[in-house]
C-alpha cells in the first residue's frame, strides 16, 4: 500500500508527535512492567529472609499461629484476612486496626514460630504500582495510564501504516557499520516489527484494565442500584455497609480453609478474609488459583454462621459471571498469568525492547531537526528523554540498594524505599538535565546502571538470610531467581552502555544527533527522513 504524500506527511507526524509526547512516561511504564510481571515473586526476596518459614510448608493450623497477635491490642478481630498461604516466607496478615478506621493494616505472621513484625518491605508492591502510575494519593493516575495506553495504541497504527509497504525488509535491516542516524532508526524498526503484537497486546488491554470501569459507569449506573450490584458483575461482593448484626458462633480459619478445599479440590487457596466474624453477618472471603485455567483466581464466599456458600465464581465453570472471565482473560493476557515464567521472561524482554523503541524514537525525531539541535524545546527533550530514560533506571537501583543497606528493623522501613527511589531520581535527574545529552553520558549513565543491578546479589550476600548463594538451605527458589535477574539485567544493561557509546555510534558524540547526508540513502529511506 502506497500512500500519497499528503497521507504520508499526515500519519509522519501523528505517529512522531504521538511518540515524542508519550513516550517518556510509556517508558517508565513499561520499565516498571518488568518488575510487575515478577512482583509476586520478589516477596520473600525483598524481606530478605530470616523467617524461620522461608521454606514455607502451609501451616499446619492457623489459628494458633494468630494467638500473639490477638496479644497485641489493636487488632478488630472481627475483620482480618491471612493471605500468601500458598508462597514460602511469612504470611500476611491484613487487619483493621481499632483506631485505624476504614485502612486496614499489614504485619507479617512466620508461620513456624508465629512472631509478628512489621513488613520489612514493599518495593515489589511500589514497582508494580507504578506500572500503571497507581498511588493512593492521587488515585486518578491510574486513568491517565489508560489515556496513555490509547495514544500508544495510536502511534502504533500509524507507525504500522506508514511502514506497511516495508515490513519484510525491516525484519533484518539492521546497518550497526552505518552512521548513526541510520543505525538508530534501523534499530527503531526491527524492535518495533518484532515487538508489534506485545505492543498492542500491552496497549489494548491496558486500555480496558483502566478506563474499563470509567467507561462502564455511564452504562451501567443507571441499572445497578450501588457499587455492591456492580461488584456482583464481577463474582465479587462488598462489605462496608453491611452492619455486624447480633453476636452468633463462627467457624475458624481452618475451618473455612478446609470447606473451601473440599468445595474447590483443584484449587489451591491464596488467601482467606473473615468480614463480621463472631457476629451473624459473618462472612469469609476465600481467593485461590486455578492450576491449568487461564489466568484462574476466584472468589468463594461463605457463611461463617454455618459455612453454607453465599456466592462463587469458579473460573473456567458456569457459575463464572460473563464481566469476570473477561476481567479474568484481561488480566491473564496482560501480566501473562499463563504460560509460565519462559513466557513471562518473553515478556520481560518485549517490555524492555518497547522502552528501547520509545526513546530511540525521541532520538530519531531530535536527529531530524538536527539544524534547529540549538533550539531550547529540542535541547530541553533531548536532555528530559535522559533524566526520565536513563534516570528512572538508576532511581531503581538505588530503591533496590535501599532494599538491602537499610537497618531490617528501621521503623517505616517500606517508605524509606520509596523515599530513596524519588530522592535518587531528583538528584541524579536534576545533575544530568544540567548537562548536554550527549551519547558518552548516555553510556556512562547505562554503565552504572549496570554496575547497580549487578551488584545487588553481592549485597544479598552480605545482608539477606536469603540469598541466590544459600538456596540450598532456605529452599525458595524465586530468592535465586530475583538475584539471578538482576545480575542479568547488568549484563544487559552494559551491553547496551556498550551499543549507545560504541565506537559505531560514537561518531560525533559531542551530540545526541549527529548530521547525516542521505546522499547515499535509498529512495524508500528519502522519502520517509524528507518529510517533517
Not at 500519497?4 to 506527511?9: D, K, L
Amino acid at each position: 500500500m502506497k500512500l500519497s504524500r499528503h497521507a504520508f506527511t499526515t500519519f509522519w507526524d501523528v505517529h512522531a508527535w504521538a511518540g515524542v509526547v508519550l513516550a517518556l512516561v510509556l517508558h517508565v511504564m513499561f520499565f516498571m512492567g518488568v518488575f510487575a510481571l515478577f512482583h509476586e515473586d520478589m516477596g520473600n526476596w525483598q524481606e530478605g529472609g530470616g523467617h524461620a518459614s522461608v521454606a514455607g510448608a502451609p501451616p499446619a493450623a492457623l489459628e494458633p499461629l494468630l494467638a500473639p497477635l490477638w496479644a497485641r491490642g489493636d487488632v478488630q478481630t472481627h475483620q482480618i484476612g491471612v493471605y500468601e498461604l500458598d508462597k514460602p516466607g511469612p504470611l500476611h496478615v491484613l487487619y483493621r486496626a481499632t483506631a485505624a478506621g476504614p485502612q486496614w493494616k499489614e504485619v507479617h505472621l512466620d508461620r513456624v514460630t508465629g512472631e509478628v513484625s512489621e513488613p520489612r518491605s514493599q518495593l515489589g508492591h511500589f514497582l508494580y504500582g507504578l506500572h500503571f502510575l497507581w498511588h493512593d494519593a492521587v488515585p486518578w493516575l491510574y486513568y491517565l495510564a489508560g489515556f496513555l495506553s490509547v495514544g500508544l495504541l495510536l502511534a502504533v497504527v500509524t507507525g504500522v501504516v506508514l511502514h506497511l509497504k516495508d515490513f519484510t525488509r525491516q525484519l533484518d535491516q539492521l546497518r550497526p557499520h552505518a552512521k548513526p542516524r541510520v543505525f538508530w532508526s534501523d534499530l527503531h524498526k526491527v524492535l518495533g516489527v518484532y515487538s508489534l503484537p506485545f505492543q498492542i497486546l500491552f496497549a489494548f488491554t491496558g486500555v480496558l484494565l483502566c478506563l474499563g470501569p470509567f467507561m462502564a459507569r455511564p452504562f451501567v449506573g443507571p441499572v445497578f442500584k450501588n457499587m455492591a450490584e456492580i461488584e456482583s458483575l464481577f463474582g465479587r461482593q462488598r462489605f462496608d455497609a453491611v452492619k455486624p448484626g447480633q453476636s452468633a458462633p463462627s467457624l475458624t480459619f481452618d475451618e473455612v480453609l478446609e470447606r473451601a478445599t473440599k468445595l474447590v479440590p483443584d484449587g489451591v487457596v491464596e488467601g482467606i478474609t473473615l468480614y463480621h466474624r463472631g457476629f451473624e453477618t459473618g462472612v469469609a472471603r476465600v481467593v485461590y488459583n486455578r492450576p491449568g485455567v487461564f489466568g484462574a483466581r476466584g472468589n468463594l464466599y461463605l457463611s461463617l454462621v454455618d459455612g453454607r456458600v453465599l456466592s462463587s465464581s469458579v473460573p473456567g465453570t458456569a457459575s463464572e459471571t460473563k464481566t469476570s472471565a473477561i476481567a479474568r482473560w484481561l488480566y491473564g493476557l496482560h501480566f501473562a498469568r499463563f504460560g509460565g515464567d519462559a513466557l513471562r521472561i518473553l515478556y520481560a524482554f518485549a517490555a524492555l525492547s518497547v522502552c528501547f523503541v520509545l526513546l530511540s524514537g525521541n532520538w530519531i525525531w531530535l536527529a531530524r531537526r538536527e539544524r534547529r539541535r540549538a533550539s531550547l524545546a529540542n535541547q530541553l527533550l533531548a536532555r528530559l528523554t535522559l533524566v526520565i530514560g536513563g534516570g528512572v533506571v538508576l532511581a531503581t537501583v538505588a530503591a533496590f540498594w535501599a532494599n538491602r543497606l537499610l537497618p531490617w528493623t528501621l521503623p517505616a522501613r517500606a517508605d524509606w524505599e520509596q523515599r530513596a527511589f524519588f530522592a535518587a531520581w531528583l538528584a541524579i535527574g536534576t545533575v544530568l538535565l544540567l548537562r548536554p545529552a550527549t551519547r558518552r553520558l548516555w553510556s556512562q549513565t547505562l554503565y552504572a546502571a549496570a554496575l547497580g543491578f549487578g551488584a545487588i546479589p553481592l549485597l544479598s550476600l552480605l545482608r539477606a538470610h536469603a540469598h541466590a548463594f544459600n538456596v540450598a538451605q532456605h529452599g525458595d527458589w524465586s530468592v535465586f531467581g530475583v538475584d539471578v535477574a538482576l545480575l542479568f539485567a547488568g549484563l544487559v544493561l552494559a551491553l547496551l552502555a556498550r551499543v549507545v557509546g560504541g565506537a559505531n555510534a560514537a561518531r560525533g558524540a559531542a551530540s545526541l544527533a549527529p548530521q547525516l547526508s542521505t546522499a547515499s540513502l535509498p529512495p524508500s529511506l528519502k522519502e520517509e527522513l524528507s518529510h517533517g
